[in-house]
């Protein structure tokens, strides 16, 4: 139908893109979280070239299994998400099966609601599963209600996994999310505190 949206392409992300993910990061952080995390911490977010430079090196040194995907429409950039291995947790450390995580997944506001997320967060868990997790977490922030609705609508549930992130001076309790395990299905198991822990992302 005429003005109907073409679907996103998605595609892994390379050195080339580095820059495209920062603003996307920056951009849907003060439109997402404006009202929810301190206003000087989201005007202090940074996209010039030091910070470009800090992502590019981060990019790099990504550990094996570490995937960011990037979503385009247009041949423009308007979405990326970051997945891999879960962070260790106390559940991992008592040596509990291991699953997959989002790490982060952001739109520019420009294209939210256009099926970018959508296509992403799925590209992201079949490309968990590929990697042997059957089960797929992620945290939001408990007062992001667009997010969690979204997430929901993609079919996760929020698991009752809670803590406090504090970012900026502030205080913001995040709440887990999982996909349904597949009946019958055991995931892999790793050793104790394996794997590298990315840095927090908010939601």
């Known amino acids: 139908m005429p003005g109907q949206l073409a679907p996103p392409v998605v595609r892994p992300a390379t ?38 430079a800090r992502a590019l090196r981060r990019f790099r040194e990504n550990p094996a299994g570490r995937h960011c995907l990037l979503a385009e429409r247009d041949g423009h950039s308007i979405a990326f998400v970051m997945c891999g291995p879960e962070r260790p947790t106390l559940e991992r450390l008592r040596g509990g099966p291991a699953r997959g995580e989002v790490y982060s997944l952001y739109a520019h506001p420009d294209s939210w609601s256009t099926g970018a997320g959508a296509a992403l967060l799925t590209a992201a868990c079949a490309r968990l599963r590929a990697d042997g997790f059957e089960q797929q977490v992620l945290w939001v922030l408990e007062a ?40 019958g299905v055991v995931g892999p198991r790793r050793p104790a505190g394996a794997g590298a822990t990315p840095a927090r992302r908010g939601a």
């Open 15 to 52: 050195t080339d893109d580095v820059a495209d993910v920062v603003r996307l990061r920056a951009a849907s952080w003060r439109a997402a979280y404006a009202g929810i995390m301190p206003p000087a911490y989201l005007d202090a977010m940074d996209t010039g070239p030091e910070e470009l």
């Open 144 to 183: 992001n209600a667009r997010g969690r609705a979204f997430y929901e609508r993609q079919g996760l549930r929020p698991t009752g996994g809670r803590h406090v992130l504090r970012l900026g001076g502030a205080f913001l309790p995040e709440l887990e999310y999982a996909a349904a395990v597949p009946t």
